[in-house]
C-alpha cells in the first residue's frame, strides 16, 4: 500500500513558476525506491493526461510534449518524496495535478498510462492566469 499527498499548487500569472512535491508512505516492508512516479493532470472538462514519470531508480524520466522543456520531474528517495518543477506556465496547463506510484522493479512500462499505476494522490489545483 502506498499513501500519496500532494502539495505546492495555488494561483500564479502567465510566465510564473510552482513546485509540485508528493509525499509518499510506503507500507512496512516496501521502499518508496522501488515505486516509479508519475505526474497526471485533468483540466476541466478534459480527460485526466500524463505529464511526466520518473522511473524508481532515477535512472529513466519520460515527459509529455507539451510540457517538455519547462517542467522537471525529481525525486529525493530519503525523503519518499517526488517533486514537479513548473517553470514558464501557461494558462492552458490549469488543472488538478496528480502524483501516482506503481511497482517499478523487475517490470517494463512506459509510466504514461493512468492504468499502469496502481495508487494516487489526491490532486492539487494549479490555476494560471493570464
Known amino acids: 500500500q502506498v499513501q500519496l499527498v500532494e502539495s505546492g499548487g495555488g494561483l500564479v500569472q502567465a510566465g510564473g513558476s510552482l513546485r509540485l512535491s508528493c509525499v509518499a508512505s510506503v507500507a512496512s516492508g516496501r521502499s518508496f525506491n522501488n515505486y516509479n512516479m508519475g505526474w497526471f493532470r485533468q483540466a476541466p472538462g478534459k480527460e485526466r493526461e500524463f505529464v511526466a514519470v520518473?522511473?524508481?531508480?532515477?535512472?529513466?524520466?519520460q515527459y509529455a510534449d507539451s510540457i517538455k522543456g519547462r517542467f522537471t520531474i525529481s525525486r529525493d528517495n530519503r525523503k519518499s518524496t517526488v517533486y514537479l518543477q513548473m517553470n514558464s506556465l501557461k494558462p492552458e496547463d490549469t488543472a488538478v495535478y496528480y502524483c501516482?506510484?506503481?511497482w517499478g522493479v523487475g517490470r517494463s512500462i512506459s509510466g504514461s498510462t493512468e492504468s499502469e499505476y496502481a495508487y494516487w494522490g489526491q490532486g492539487t489545483q494549479v490555476t494560471v492566469s493570464s
Open positions: 520518473i522511473a524508481w531508480n532515477g535512472r529513466s524520466i
Open positions: 501516482a506510484s506503481t
